[in-house]
């Protein structure tokens, strides 16, 4: 069937091609610019008396928008307004964001996009991304076929099996608003253009009890599915990825322990794969520890670092960190023996069941048989008391973890403690900035994994740090598409975090030890130059980016309404497939080609 529209950019100039007319127009979120449209533009698309008389400018419109925004009494409703902003018009939703990141993107992203998850059934509206169900294995060829793109026509899938949201667990077939705020980050922070992603659900059932009785929920209704079935269908899933759009990146997001690692390992060379939950989080978090040892004039190899909450994020951290300990002049096994990592039975230790990704970091048996103990467990209270860390890291879930005695204990033996409470939502943080400066007299370097305000403590002001994967997987995947990797290497984590680590100063007391959220957009061109010159220093990068700084900035698109040409029907091009005009027209395929030609259809 014909384009319906097409979107190119050449020279530095987007223009949209329209070959729809009336309602239709207005029905496609990417070509819904409402009164914006001009009175010729009106008569030509035939919009004539379907929108009122006034024409408005995008900067109107953002006032309007705003003011919209600002008027609802929650949180949730405010996310709900967004949500339905992006159904509406998708280039004013995003240019409202990206002018508002500290505001909304703790709306449209974490702490606010846990609730909607949890309430995704009763609240559903418009469906966005591909829903594949475990039940329906043979389907996802239909469905990535329906969807409308074709295999030049996709940078970037996020996707979930929903198991490990957030703070919030298992929430089933929900979790497709977590690979739908994830996609909102990228084109946001880093300009991936939003027809050229996909948020997708792997639906492999729920073992949430509240959903399966719950008569509106929409997902498959039954307990979760493990073992060699669940391993069949993402193997398929893969395979269907590959076939239909062989250059995409798979970004992994809230898979539980039990799978996270192990997928990650079985794709990440055989598809271009990468899991924010265990490589985004570390790089951010990683971050945010360089940052800190500078601000004290130290390295990251001379300190001992304590992870309460050593799972799939723990592990991760410990990881990245051991790899940059390494690179510092630690062989690894010295560098693995900086880390004491906590689970739900305690200290990781060699006498202690575990997981396989968690045996490296196990303490030998007989050298915390010479430790004072108070649990037997070797609990949090016991490693600090008997390690005394310079780094305290929380990815345990467990909100007020680091007590007034922990921190207090910790502080006595390490002039600047750097303390991490990085569980979310805010519920879930092992301690709060404003506890732990007081606790330590101010001292502490902190960052967080949910947005605090500034703390005034003893007439200084303390902007905290938030260590959101945000500063970092949206550059990633830029740096990642820009040069069309191969794979997402170690050497690209490790770069996106060094480059995040090198753009703030935390030398003076009080300053935040990684970027403000609100240098987003910068924050995310940087990391993605350095993580294109990374693929290629690893070899994995099959297209040519010979001018980094400006080819990254050409990629990256702008929430600003395009020049509009009318069309009685849209030409074929050469250079990919048509594409079939199924809705949601939002999510119609548009590529960058080499000239950095874009180009949509719908």
Aim: hydrophobic share 40%; glycine share 8%; proline share 6%.
């Amino acid at each position: 069937m014909p384009r319906q529209y097409q979107f190119r950019t050449v020279d530095g100039v987007e223009t949209v091609q329209i070959a729809v007319r009336g309602r239709q127009v207005l029905a496609r979120p990417m070509l819904n610019f409402g009164p914006a449209y001009n009175l010729e533009q009106r008569k030509a698309l035939g919009l004539v008396g379907l929108l009122p008389p006034a024409v408005n400018t995008l900067n109107e419109q953002l006032k309007r928008a705003y003011l919209q925004f600002s008027s609802q009494p929650d949180a949730l409703s405010k996310y709900v307004f967004l949500n339905q902003l992006q159904d509406l018009n998708e280039i004013l939703f995003y240019r409202l964001v990206s002018e508002n990141l500290d505001e909304m993107l703790p709306i449209i992203y974490t702490p606010t996009v846990g609730q909607a998850i949890q309430e995704f059934s009763s609240t559903f509206d418009r469906p966005r991304g591909i829903y594949l169900s475990i039940d329906d294995p043979d389907g996802i060829d239909d469905a990535m076929g329906s969807h409308g793109q074709g295999a030049e026509d996709v940078d970037l899938l996020v996707v979930t099996d929903s198991e490990g949201i957030l703070g919030i667990g298992d929430q089933g077939v929900g979790g497709i608003r977590i690979a739908v705020g994830k996609l909102a980050v990228y084109t946001t922070a880093a300009g991936i253009h939003p027809l050229r992603a996909i948020p997708v659900v792997l639906d492999v059932g729920t073992d949430n009890l509240g959903l399966l009785n719950d008569p509106a929920y929409l997902g498959v209704r039954h307990a979760r599915v493990r073992g060699q079935r669940y391993d069949d269908f993402v193997a398929r899933f893969v395979a269907k990825v590959k076939a239909h759009f062989p250059h995409a990146m798979l970004h992994w997001e809230d898979f539980g322990a039990d799978n996270a690692h192990r997928i990650l390992e079985t794709y990440r060379e055989e598809h271009c794969s990468f899991n924010d939950d265990i490589q985004g989080t570390a790089a951010v978090v990683a971050a945010a520890a360089l940052g800190a040892v500078r601000a004290k004039g130290e390295r990251l190899s001379d300190q001992r670092v304590v992870v309460y909450g050593a799972g799939t994020a723990g592990i991760g951290i410990a990881d990245l960190m051991r790899d940059i300990m390494v690179s510092e002049g630690l062989s690894q096994e010295e560098a693995e023996r900086r880390f004491w990592g906590l689970g739900s039975r305690g200290l990781l230790r060699t006498d202690s069941p575990m997981r396989p990704f968690q045996e490296r970091y196990a303490r030998p048996a007989e050298e915390v048989a010479q430790w004072t103990t108070t649990s037997g467990r070797y609990d949090l209270a016991d490693v600090v008391h008997n390690i005394k860390p310079t780094i305290l890291i929380g990815s345990s879930a467990q909100a007020g973890a680091f007590t007034e005695e922990i921190v207090r204990e910790m502080a006595a033996h390490c002039e600047r403690p750097i303390i991490m409470p990085l569980s979310n939502p805010t519920p879930k943080a092992e301690a709060v900035p404003q506890d732990l400066l007081e606790w330590t007299d101010g001292n502490a370097l902190i960052a967080t994994g949910s947005p605090f305000d500034a703390v005034l403590h003893k007439g200084t002001r303390y902007d905290i740090a938030q260590a959101n994967n945000a500063l970092v997987f949206p550059g990633i995947g830029l740096g990642t598409v820009a040069v069309r990797a191969t794979q997402v290497t170690d050497g690209m984590i490790t770069a996106a975090s060094q480059a995040v680590a090198e753009m703030t100063s935390a030398r003076r007391k009080g300053s935040p030890i990684l970027p403000s959220m609100q240098k987003l957009r910068a924050v995310s061109a940087v990391v993605a130059v350095r993580v294109a010159q990374a693929a290629v220093a690893d070899g994995v990068a099959t297209r040519p980016l010979d001018n980094p700084i400006q080819g990254i900035h050409d990629l990256m698109w702008q929430p600003v309404y395009p020049r509009v040409e009318v069309v009685d029907s849209i030409a074929e091009t050469s250079t990919r497939p048509t594409e079939p005009v199924e809705e949601p027209a939002a999510n119609t395929a548009q590529e960058l080609s080499p000239e950095q030609e874009q180009e949509s259809g719908d």
